[in-house]
């Protein structure tokens, strides 16, 4: 039986992998979509006019992704976070971020396995992605180590702070941004701080991809700028006026999405704390 469900697996993910080799062609050769009109007609967010935003209110299940909880508090997934359809998750991040069809249905996919639910007909709870060493995972940029913060679903406001204080990039319109060497930097600084403070401390090899990846949406889907980047991450709102900076005509691939990933990955260096260093700051 496991047998068949890896070989399963295996063929689904040929398959994507393949397909997605072609959108990213595609996108080489189509035009963009044009700055205004990048989310579809009829869907939230056409125009840049987006649902109102309300914070989660008590009850409500939220998670350790800044970008799932935003589609949340605007009401494009259900308010309360509460039953979603793999499917539905995977219909919304597409449409609000212009991702990929093959992105956006392998990141669900792979919750909805790591959740032992079925990606077709099951549905989840935002909370029910916490779960420590799934996808979240230590030396996050966002949220303090699970064995600080075991709940994993309100912004570490001092930690994106600090965060947002350390882009050094100038976008062409003279706005501070992140570069990929600011969030190598910054990454490398966390895991080597979580890793000094937090005895169960760990990241495999697969958590770090995630990590990047993680920073490598910030860098496409936000252009890396700081003035979007601040509501998206304390709030948990989409910008005013919002649209993805992704302009590709299907959506951003993951190809170049893992491309990115590589870039800031290869380039983390983790800053070595010693716990002395840090007991001082903490008392300071
Ligand atoms: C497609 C379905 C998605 C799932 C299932 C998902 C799941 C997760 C999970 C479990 C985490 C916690 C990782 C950690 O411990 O740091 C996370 C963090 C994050 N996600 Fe998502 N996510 C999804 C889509 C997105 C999208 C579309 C974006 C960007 C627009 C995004 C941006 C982020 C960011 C910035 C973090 C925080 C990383 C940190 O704290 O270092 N996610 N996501």
Known sequence: MSFLRNAEKL???VYLFTWDTFIALANLIAPNRKPGSVIPHGQPGAGRKWPEFVPPGKGDSRCCCPALNALAN???LPRDGRNIKFTEMTH???????????FSIFVPTYAADMLHKNYKTDSFDLADLNVHNGIEHDGSLLREDAR???KQDTPNLPLITELLASSTGKAPAGDLCFTHADLSRASGKRRGAARATNPDF???KSQKGFASGNCASL???????VAELEPFLTEERLPEGFEPHILSRWGLSLLVFN?????IERAIKEEAVPVAAMVQ???A
């Open 11 to 13: 063929f689904n993910n």
């Open 74 to 76: 605007h009401g494009i």
């Open 92 to 102: 919304a991040v597409k449409a609000t971020f212009n991702l990929s069809s093959t």
């Open 148 to 150: 600080f913060d075991p």
């Open 202 to 204: 760990t990241l495999n």
């Open 219 to 225: 860098l496409l889907v936000f252009g890396g700028r």
């Open 259 to 263: 491309l990115n990933i590589f870039k």
């Open 281 to 283: 700051n903490e008392t």
